[in-house]
């Protein structure tokens, strides 16, 4: 018998694996596809290895802007398509030895639980005294007349294209739609975002969404929102996407299609219903918070439980869950200061509370931004959209960041300590920031939220 069985080697089960076996657990991990999940094979970094190579082209085709001269510049898909092969090989291999090193068992197929203490793996029973459950999610189908067409391809499925379509249409206007949208515009593709909400990435600060639809008309990337896709319909050379809006009826004919409409639990085989283990509507798994389901012994986490489907956020609950298993004492995890980032061109990055869910909650936020323009180290890149925005409460207490332009992925990491910390906007004042560098841009935000932005001119009084 093993102190813990983890289902799905993800971010999530592979990392609390290798955290229960620091423990001193004896653990089997099971996995049916690939050590690594959806975020290592079909999700962050096979799409994040097509973002850098959208972004080398880039740099190439603006050399004449940095007096370099650049003739017969292409773009070998072939070639693109097999380094992000061997970029997600490689860290397979070296999550794999991670795992041999930290004398994880590991075994190959799909898991079935049995009872509270066994899983049946291709026939072979295992016992465990506990299982955690980190299976993860898959993309969701869109039910629209016509799906059933090849050429109907789902965020995992375009990753293993060879030819860039000369014609993309994009079906959801969300982190995954968009940052697909970006790498093909780059690559070539005219590209056509449909999404049935009023917004794109709704989710975020209205304020940079505002700017991000900016910088993706001026892209070449035509967006529609409050689009309802009804039809696909199959042509010679390619699909009609049928849809309509408020404003009328929309037909973009397109040689790929790409459903990006979310994504859901990835539950089915495992026998929750046999057990009795509760899911809410959606399919998503309940869990307490120690990740426990209302099965004794029994634990879920990462996308497959709901909440914010992110790696890292997986990870930390895998990590949390073995520790609260371990009878570690343990601070809960910080839901409230996770960040995120969307790799869109520019790049998109956020943590804690938009302005708009500040006054939701009676807050009076204290604002302040300040734009890369206006920023030495992003002009010398040529890199000078977006800005940084911080969001503060009554006390100076930072409650959020949003960030939008070069690097934001990695400025965010600023406002994730400042937010899970309760850093105030004076405490931040004593930060000195290094100059030249693209954070200088925090520093004058948070300057700017108390009127003491040094580059910044003083607004203009009234009267």
Not at 31 to 48: A, M, S
Not at 131 to 140: D, E, Q, R, V
Not at 235 to 259: C, F, M, N, R
């Amino acid at each position: 018998m093993y102190d813990l069985i983890v289902i799905g080697a993800g971010p999530g089960g592979y990392v609390a694996a290798i955290r229960a076996a620091q423990l001193g657990l004896s653990v089997l991990l099971v996995e049916k596809d690939q050590v690594g999940g959806t975020c290592l094979n079909r999700g962050c970094i096979p799409t994040k290895a097509y973002y850098e190579n959208a972004r080398v082209l880039h740099s190439v085709q603006q050399g004449k802007e940095f007096g370099i001269q650049v003739s017969g510049c292409s773009l070998d898909m072939n070639a693109v398509y097999e380094r992000k092969q061997q970029v997600v090989g490689r860290l397979v291999a070296g999550v794999e030895q991670l795992l041999k090193a930290h004398k994880v068992e590991i075994i190959k197929g799909q898991a079935s639980l049995k009872d509270a203490n066994t899983v049946e793996v291709q026939g072979q029973e295992h016992t465990a005294e506990r299982i955690l459950i980190a299976t993860g999610s898959k993309p969701a189908a869109l039910p629209i007349a016509g799906s059933d067409d090849p050429r109907f391809l789902t965020s995992d499925q375009v990753l293993d294209l060879t030819q860039i379509p000369s014609r993309l249409a994009v079906i959801g206007g969300g982190v995954i739609g968009l940052e697909f949208a970006c790498i093909f515009k780059a690559f070539g593709s005219q590209v056509t975002v449909f999404e049935s909400q009023a917004s794109i990435l709704n989710q975020l600060d209205k304020e940079i969404v505002k700017r991000m639809q900016v910088f993706l008309k001026r892209q070449g990337i035509n967006v529609y929102t409050s689009v309802q896709i009804e039809k696909l319909e199959a042509t010679g050379s390619g699909l009609i996407v049928q849809g309509s809006s408020p404003k009328g009826e929309l037909s973009i004919e397109a040689d790929v299609v790409l459903q990006a409409g979310g994504r859901r639990p990835c539950t089915q085989g495992l026998n929750l219903e046999g057990l009795g283990i509760e899911t809410d509507q959606h399919g998503f798994i309940l869990v307490d918070e120690e990740y426990q389901t209302n099965v004794e012994g029994i634990y879920a986490i990462g996308d497959v439980i709901g909440g914010p489907m992110l790696a890292h956020v997986a990870s930390e609950e895998g990590i949390a869950a073995v520790e609260y298993m371990a009878g570690h004492h343990r601070s809960p995890i910080q839901y409230h200061a996770i960040p995120s980032a969307i790799f869109t061109f520019p790049e998109v990055a956020a943590v804690g509370l938009t302005e708009e869910e500040a006054k939701n909650r009676g807050i009076q936020p204290q604002i302040g931004k300040f734009s890369f323009a206006a920023n030495g180290k992003a002009l010398a890149m040529g890199e000078t959209d977006g800005l940084v925005k911080i969001i503060a409460d009554e006390n100076l207490q930072i409650i959020g960041m949003h960030i939008i332009g070069p690097h934001a992925s990695d400025l965010i990491l600023e406002g994730a300590l400042a937010v899970s910390q309760k850093i105030t906007l004076p405490a931040m004042n004593d930060v000195i920031h290094a100059h030249p560098t693209l954070g200088e841009a925090i520093k004058e935000a948070v300057l700017d939220a108390q009127g003491q932005a040094v580059h910044l001119a003083p607004p203009r009084r009234k009267g």
